[in-house]
């Protein structure tokens, strides 16, 4: 009985339901609507304005896309394609560093002997070149060419020719090389000292032999130095892609004018990694005149040893100043000698350009020709003094070492290190006590003899 009840409530009420339903319904296509049931997420979303861009954007674009195409074109015959081929040699060692054991040659005498044979074979690479004159001249990097038995130039409208070295300076990994040519598209050279960060810039190379490829990057740094690709370096960093085959490339600004030769990049890959180095053109320029002029590299000299500012150095020569080069040694009868330095000179101004510190110093000095007049100033005994100098020109033998060893003095062979807290702790150092401490003294050295 209870059941029968249920079933008939249960009917009742799905009846009542369907009417109910139907009802609205009915009232709604009276009123010549539609019910629609929303979640409350849809009753709150808002429907999003479709976003164009502007006739006004639109034109700014396109007239950027023309300018950089144009930049592109204008630039891209004065970059040319470099092969080489070099004879390399292996082998000619003798076996009698591997062998020569009394206790080996006991039991196989000397049948292991003589020498490993030489054998010669061809090694091929490839790199880049700019145009920097209409009758041939072209810059690259010294080790883009260096060693080659045989030179290949590509231009871009596809005429080869064969290319002889004018010169080279391992010093700057810069080289100049001429081919047989008339009439070339030559590159306009820029002055990369007035180069920002943050320009917009192009790369143009044949990377992995892939001719005439052009990417785009900014300015990420000026000036970088201590990054161990050469002797003089002032760098320019870019983001825009380098690859192997980039080397001796164009570094270009929107105006289409050279401000850097490709030249390396940094790598835990050996590809792209968003770093790369461009020797400036203005440094550029200096050794390819020197070598186009010359046939070699002529630099300025002053004839001091030098070393950076350090907070420790500072202290000790109560100097105030945050920046400058420190003269630590003189050449006897050099142009420094005879312009009145002294040991202890901090270095400041050249010419009025500051000097940031030993680096740009060198770089300065070794960009002015021989004989240039020069007035430096230094700081000496807390007081500011003008010297004027004329340069020498920079002996090969001296290059990298000015100063010669019988003017050594007892500071030579000592390696220092800062007095850190933690160095201040264990050798009992008071806090007011500065200078640096002597970490090591090279054998034979003055420093160990006094």
């Known amino acids: 009985m209870r059941n029968r009840i249920s079933l008939v409530i249960s009917i009742i009420l799905l009846f009542s339901l369907t009417f109910i339903v139907s009802c609205k319904q009915k009232a709604a296509k009276e009123a010549g609507g539609t019910s629609v049931v929303q979640s409350p997420a849809a009753e709150s979303r808002e429907t999003v304005p479709k976003t164009e861009i502007t006739k006004d954007e639109t034109v700014f674009l396109e007239t950027l896309n023309r300018s950089l195409s144009s930049v592109a074109e204008v630039v891209k015959p004065s970059v040319v394609n470099i092969s080489t081929t070099s ?21 196989f005498g000397d049948q292991f002997g003589g020498k490993v044979p030489e054998r010669k074979f061809k090694s091929s690479a490839l790199g880049s070149g700019v145009i920097v004159t209409e009758d041939g001249f072209i810059l690259t990097n010294n080790h883009v060419v260096q060693n080659a038995d045989e030179i290949k130039v590509l231009l871009d409208d596809r005429r080869e020719f064969t290319g002889k070295v004018v010169g080279t300076d391992s010093h700057s990994d810069l080289a100049v090389i001429k081919i047989k040519a008339m009439g070339l598209p030559a590159v306009t050279i820029g002055n990369s000292d007035t180069l ?18 052009i990417t785009m990057g900014i300015v990420s740094a000026v000036g970088r130095s201590r990054v161990g690709i050469a002797d003089y370096e002032d760098f320019i960093q870019t983001d ?89 040694d003189i050449v006897k009868d050099s142009p420094a000698e005879k312009a009145g330095f002294q040991r202890g000179d901090l270095i400041t101004e050249l010419d009025g350009t500051p000097v940031d510190d030993s680096t740009s110093l060198r770089n ?22 003008d010297l004027s100098v004329t340069l020498g020109e920079l002996p090969e033998t001296a290059a990298m070492a000015p100063v010669k060893s019988e003017y050594r003095n007892a500071m030579r062979g000592v390696h220092v290190q800062d007095l850190t807290p933690d160095i201040r702790r264990q050798a009992d150092i008071p806090k007011e006590v500065g200078g640096v401490i002597i970490a090591d003294i090279e054998d034979d050295s003055a420093a160990l003899m006094a």
């Open 196 to 213: 920002k960060i943050g320009e917009v810039v192009m790369a143009v190379g044949n990377p992995f032999a892939l001719n005439q490829t």
């Open 364 to 385: 300065m000095v070794a960009q002015s020709l021989p004989g240039t007049k020069v007035t430096i100033m230094v700081l000496r005994d807390g007081k500011g003094k």
């Open 87 to 107: 004879t390399v040699t292996t082998g000619g060692t003798s076996l009698d560093q591997f062998f020569n054991d009394p206790f080996f040659r006991r039991f």
């Open 240 to 328: 825009a892609a380098i690859n192997p085959g980039n080397s001796g490339g164009a570094l270009v600004n929107i105006r289409g004018e050279l401000i850097g030769v490709n030249t390396a990049i940094f790598s835990t890959s050996g590809g792209y990694m968003g770093i790369g180095f461009a020797v400036p053109s203005n440094m550029a320029k200096s050794v390819m005149d020197s070598i186009i002029k010359k046939g070699k590299v002529v630099r300025g000299w002053l004839g001091v040893s030098i070393q950076d500012l350090t907070p420790e150095l500072a202290q000790h020569f109560d100097i105030k100043e945050k920046k400058g080069s420190l003269v630590t």
